[in-house]
């Protein structure tokens, strides 16, 4: 699976909408776009995921270059319970293994 | 749908003991994962099985540590002869193969202190 990275942390004032950066340059045409946050001590929560064309849901949207090579995590009107980890994973379906491959994720700090 | 349940939610243990941990899977979920986190770090994977044939294991699992699934509904991790290093949270995640995405949903985890 391809590897990611994404910045350490980030900062957001309440009620605005936070944009989380992740590149992937060396994706893979069959490996999609996951993103979980983790607020702490609790399990991973699944946000949203995408292959090629940009996805909503009720929690977030994602946005995913032309190239493939980047994605932006956005969440239109960030609150304070939006305070978490966030981790940007690609991974390839259907294939050998199943497995997350988690870095250490951008820590979303949502300020008052 | 009561989401992915585990079971303690937290265990303190002396080295040496055994430990054992319970996890049940979001209901008609046939992929069951384990992974374990440390302080700072995001969750490492441990092993998955799809119904009870377990497909995948990581070097992470030594031999002290053995998961079963053995109806393919609930899984048990044993972790033997505990070591101060094994100090985590365990968790637990399922997931259904459907449409061609499989989206893994994951537990509260299971944190373990050994003294």
């Known amino acids: 699976d391809a590897k990611t990275t994404q910045p350490t942390s980030m900062d957001c004032a309440e009620g605005r909408a936070a944009n989380l950066p992740c590149n992937h340059s060396?994706?893979?045409?069959?490996?999609?776009v996951y993103w979980y946050r983790q607020i702490h001590s609790q399990g991973p929560q699944y946000i949203i995921h995408?292959?090629?064309n940009n996805e909503t849901n009720e929690m977030a949207s994602l946005i995913i270059t032309e190239d493939r090579k980047s994605s932006t995590l956005i969440l239109p009107h960030a609150t304070l319970r939006d305070t978490a980890v966030y981790y940007c994973i690609v991974r390839v379906l259907g294939g050998a293994t199943n497995k997350l491959i988690f870095g250490t994720g951008t820590l979303l700090a949502v300020q008052p | 749908d009561t989401g992915v349940s585990q079971n303690p939610r937290h265990k303190i243990t002396k080295r040496g003991q055994n430990v054992t941990f319970r996890c049940d899977p979001i209901?008609?979920?046939?992929?069951l994962y384990w992974y374990r986190q440390t302080l700072g770090q995001g969750p490492e994977f441990l092993t998955y099985?799809?119904?009870?044939?377990?497909?995948?294991k990581s070097r992470l699992l030594s031999d002290r540590f053995s998961a079963e699934r053995p109806k393919g509904s609930f899984s048990t991790l044993e972790i033997q002869r505990t070591e101060q290093g094994d100090s985590a949270m365990y968790l637990c995640?399922?997931?259904?193969?459907?449409?061609?995405?499989?989206?893994?949903?994951f537990g509260p985890g299971t944190r373990l202190t050994v003294l």
């Open positions: 060396t994706i893979s045409g069959n490996e999609y």
């Open positions: 995640a399922s997931s259904f193969l459907a449409g061609g995405t499989d989206t893994q949903y």
């Open positions: 209901s008609e979920h046939n992929r």
């Open positions: 995408g292959l090629k």
């Open positions: 099985f799809q119904n009870e044939a377990q497909l995948e």
